[in-house]
């Protein structure tokens, strides 16, 4: 499956370097076998701009949260928030909105209850 391929990529690049998630949004784009382009490219730009958001509030939302390092794994959040925003594009045909919506919904309740 090349949505897998592309999944598993973008998990194992470092997020922080722009250069590496712009030729992998370039290597998707220009892939003719891949069929659901959009939803991956969802994935990655989630993945990137989630890591980015989490990397800037952590403290934030530790202190509104009361709990310590050790109990929230804010990379996995990132990566649900991601998940979520490529299951909702599927789902949604597609729908920008609809997947946008859900991935706040979802990044909000992975920070709570992670």
């Not at 949505?3 to 784009?29: C, G, P, Q, T």
């Not at 991956?40 to 009361?66: G, K, P, R």
């Not at 390092?69 to 928030?81: I, K």
């Amino acid at each position: 499956m090349r949505e897998k391929f592309y999944i598993d990529k973008a998990l194992s690049l470092d997020m922080s370097n722009s250069d590496l998630v712009n030729n992998l949004l370039i290597e998707i784009s220009t892939d003719q076998d891949l069929m659901n382009k959009q939803a991956v490219i969802c994935f990655v730009t989630v993945l990137e701009a989630s890591t980015h958001y989490w990397n800037s509030h952590i403290e934030e939302w530790q202190q509104m949260l009361d709990k310590p390092v050790t109990r929230v794994n804010w990379g996995t959040v990132a990566t649900f928030d991601a998940w979520y925003g490529y299951q909702a594009m599927l789902v949604s045909v597609m729908n920008p909105i609809v997947s946008g919506g859900t991935v706040a919904f979802a990044s909000g309740l992975a920070a709570v209850f992670s």
